[in-house]
């Protein structure tokens, strides 16, 4: 079946460090990749729609360049947390559909970050 | 922009026990999926019904579109169901998952 990985499962950083995280998928291509926050005991959030080949697409509220997405294949989509801070420590999980737009989306495992 | 509500927030059940849980969405949509996150935080597929009825062993699923509902029911729980199940849907002429805010669902021995 379909697969979205994610890497790295947890994180922990230092202030004002920045941090990368992967998401694949691995048996399907997916020109269109979503990035969600989720803080504990709270529902997932979108943050943007990663687009290949071009830049991605930010809700309301989030910050394009604290949160940098780079889409540069079909089945790799990054999410770059620059200069963390502690109120940046959450959980960030990413999802795919497989082919058409709509259908069943699948999640990567999740990244916890955690900036000390 | 799309408002998605479950209920209840909160859910005990004793081991063996039925339940319902609801969703309830504020427009049309053209997709909506059912979740279980574990404890580790790994979202699991358990239905994509953006509308009619489906089962999977334990689990049925049914999505009324017109009147802007789905249920997902639960029978003869099990501790291993334990964990928050999410509601998330698509808005029609839209591609992005909104969620609902979740039911916190504990199945004791």
Known sequence: GAVVSQHPSRVICKSGTSVKIECRSLDFQATTMFWYRQFPKQSLMLMATSNEGSKATYEQGVEKDKFLINHASLTLSTLTVT?????????YICSAYIGVMNTEAFFGQGTRLTVV | GIQVEQSPPDLILQEGANSTLRCNFSDSVNNLQWFH?????????????????????RLSATTVATERYSLLYISSSQTTDSGVYFCAVVEAAGNKLTFGGGTRVLVKP
């Open chain 1, 83 to 91: 200069s963390a801070h502690p109120e940046d420590s959450s959980f």
């Open chain 2, 37 to 57: 996150q574990n404890p580790w935080g790994q979202l699991i597929n358990l239905f994509y019904i953006p509308s009619g009825t489906k089962q999977n062993g």
